[in-house]
């Protein structure tokens, strides 16, 4: 079945840039969107953004100015890149994939596969 | 309005039922999804669409939605089903995607 693994460095130092890449497996990349969500210690779930297959992106409000997410297709993987980071941005930062669908004349989405999610940790 | 509101913190008797409510304007025009949280694992989706429930996901869990509220409804609540549960949807622009800050379930 299809399986996300994150990956990525598990401590990035205040100021400098996160990266963190999404892995699919078992599946294709295409034909969904495919998020980041985070996870703040004991607090709730926060969307940072999504990109569809296409590369079309859309990111959350909030985040918008320090936030880039890329998709690469050939290797089936998608990936986030947060600038300037600090404290505050210490989470386990999970990626997801979004379906969709629609019942008369409502929409939804829903995050149906999540990968198990990593700890990042922004310390000097 | 981005904003989903839900309530803090409900507990209901082991076999009872229970109903968490999420509210928000984009309601009124997208259906809220649900997801089950237990510590230290990844959140799992329950209810998504009008009521429609994963693969695995026991009959128990329901969702329905009036006005601006969506509600997921656990019936006969069973201890295991004591988590947090998020309602997630799209915000009135459709464009971005918002959580609810959550909803502790105690099994008592």
């Known amino acids: 079945q299809v399986q996300l693994q994150e990956s990525g460095p598990g401590l990035v130092k205040p100021s400098e840039t996160l990266s963190l890449t999404c892995t699919v497996s078992?599946?294709?990349?295409?034909?969904?969107?495919w998020s980041w969500i985070r996870q703040a210690p004991g607090k709730g779930l926060e969307w940072i953004g999504y990109i569809y297959y296409s590369g079309s992106t859309n990111y959350n409000p909030s985040l918008k100015s320090r936030v880039t997410i890329s998709v690469d297709t050939y290797n089936n993987q998608f990936s986030l890149k947060m600038t300037s980071v600090t404290a505050a941005d210490t989470a386990v930062y999970y990626c997801?994939?979004?379906?969709?669908?629609?019942?008369?004349?409502?929409?939804?989405?829903?995050?149906?596969?999540w990968g198990r999610g990593t700890l990042i940790t922004v310390s000097s | 309005s981005s904003e989903l509101t839900q309530d803090p913190a409900v507990s209901v008797a082991l076999g009872q039922t229970v109903r968490i409510t999420c509210q928000g304007d984009s309601l009124r025009s997208y259906y809220a999804s649900w997801y089950q949280q237990k510590p230290g694992q990844a959140p799992v989706l329950v209810i998504y669409g009008r009521d429609n429930r994963p693969s695995g996901i026991p009959d128990r869990f329901s969702g329905s939605t009036s006005g601006n509220t969506a509600s997921l409804t656990i019936t006969g609540a069973l201890a295991e089903d004591e988590a947090e549960y998020y309602c997630n949807s799209r915000d009135s622009s459709g464009d971005h995607s918002v959580f609810g800050a959550g909803t502790k379930v105690t099994v008592l």
């Open positions: 078992g599946g294709s990349i295409s034909s969904y969107y």
């Open positions: 997801v994939r979004e379906s969709s669908g629609k019942y008369s004349r409502w929409s939804y989405w829903y995050f149906d596969l």
